[in-house]
Every structure is written in structure tokens, then in C-alpha cells.
């Protein structure tokens, strides 16, 4: 199965972008990108997915790597209230469920007042 | 909608009790799971269910059972409770690309 790899943990100034890494180096044609983020003491929330293009939500940009070995989630201008576990994980377009997704520990971003 | 609560938020157990965690969700989604959270470590999967009436196992299914009687309902029980089963409990639903998460049952076993 492919796997993620995500620097643990990352600081950030309040107020400016924040850029968190993912690699996938043996990501299939049929994997989506999917982000989450765990607020403290909360369960895990949806952040933003995507194939191939980059892609832009109210939370979030995903930019995605020409040959997706790699992608970037982006936060333009981080708040206090970013400070969460970032997760980056794969699921097989088409896949239905969450049974075959892993939840690895994610990196621990941290904002800088 | 409340989405996915979680029932009860907190629990204390001595070794050998048992207790059932009840998980429900109000979205009319078929797809339910049970996750636990260490410190340090991200979700791994108890069981699942793809649908009412079935459950299946995860990755760390040993010394849990489910069951999923209800649609709306998947409830997670621990029969003999082990010390190894202190952890934060999650319980999830989802439908196509997302995934929605319940705010988490911390249980203490003593």
C-alpha cells in the first residue's frame, strides 16, 4: 500500500503562510490526496483533497507535485486557531470506504503569536 | 444536524470491567468506524462497518466487539477491560471522499 511521510512537527508565525509537506514517492494513478487536521482535544476534520491539479477551499490550498510524488497543503495566513495535527493520507479513487486508510502521527503545527 | 456524537465523553475503568461505547450519526451514512489514539500516534482502526447489520475488523481488533444493529448506531464494547485498552476513542462516519469524526471518548482502565 503507499504510504506518507510528513515532518512531525513545523512552526509558523500568526499571520503568515504556513507550507505543510507530504511525500509519496510510490503514490498509484488511482490515489486522491486527502487532508485532515485534529484541533487539541477534538476529533479529526476534513481539509481538502485532490487528483492532479491544484486545488483551493475556504480552509485551504492544495498544490500538488507535476509527477505527485509530493504534495504541499497550504495555509495563507495561519491563526492561532491552526494550531492542529496535520495528516496527509491516500485513498484509491473509487474506494468507498476508510477501512484501508492510514491515519499516521501526522505533523504538529504550531503558531507563533 | 449534530453529526457524529460520541457517548460518554469520559470513563474510568478497573481491570476486567466491561463498558459499551455508543457512537451515533444523523447523516444516513452507511460507512461507520471505531478508532483508538495513543500519545504520539495517529488513528488506528478497531473495526468498521460498511453497513447496517455488518461489522469487520481493523487493524487492532483484539479485545473489542461491535455491532451495528441500527444504521445511525455503531456501538464499540470492551468485555474485560485492560489497562493496554487506555486510549481515546474515536468513532467516525463516512460517505464518498470524507470522512466525519466524532469529538473522541477518553477511557482510563486502572
Known amino acids: 500500500d503507499a504510504k506518507t511521510t510528513q515532518p512531525n512537527s513545523m512552526e509558523s508565525n500568526e499571520e503568515e503562510p504556513v507550507h505543510l509537506p507530504c511525500n509519496h514517492s510510490t503514490i498509484s494513478g488511482t490515489d486522491y490526496i486527502h487532508w485532515y487536521r485534529q484541533l487539541p482535544s477534538q476529533g479529526p476534520e476534513y481539509v481538502i483533497h485532490?487528483?492532479?491539479s491544484n486545488v483551493n477551499n475556504r480552509m485551504a490550498s492544495l498544490a500538488i507535485a507535476e509527477d505527485r510524488k509530493s504534495s504541499t497543503l497550504i495555509l495563507h495566513r495561519a491563526t492561532l486557531r491552526d494550531a492542529a495535527v496535520y495528516y496527509c493520507i491516500l485513498r484509491l479513487r473509487g474506494e468507498t470506504s476508510y477501512d484501508k486508510v492510514i491515519f499516521g502521527p501526522g505533523t504538529s503545527l504550531s503558531v507563533i503569536p | 444536524n449534530a453529526g457524529v456524537t460520541q457517548t460518554p465523553k469520559f470513563r474510568v475503568l478497573k481491570t476486567g470491567q466491561s463498558m459499551t461505547l455508543l457512537c451515533a450519526q444523523d447523516?444516513?451514512?452507511?460507512?461507520m468506524y471505531w478508532y483508538r489514539q495513543d500519545p504520539g500516534m495517529g488513528l488506528r482502526l478497531i473495526h468498521y462497518?460498511?453497513?447496517?447489520?455488518?461489522?469487520a475488523k481493523g487493524e487492532v481488533p483484539d479485545g473489542y466487539n461491535v455491532s451495528r444493529l441500527k444504521k445511525q448506531n455503531f456501538l464499540l464494547g470492551l468485555e474485560s477491560a485492560a489497562p493496554s485498552q487506555t486510549s481515546v476513542y474515536f468513532c467516525a462516519s463516512s460517505v464518498r471522499e470524507t470522512q466525519y469524526f466524532g469529538p473522541g471518548t477518553r477511557l482510563l482502565v486502572l
Open positions: 447523516m444516513n451514512h452507511e460507512y
Open positions: 462497518s460498511v453497513g447496517e447489520g455488518t461489522t
Open positions: 485532490g487528483l492532479t
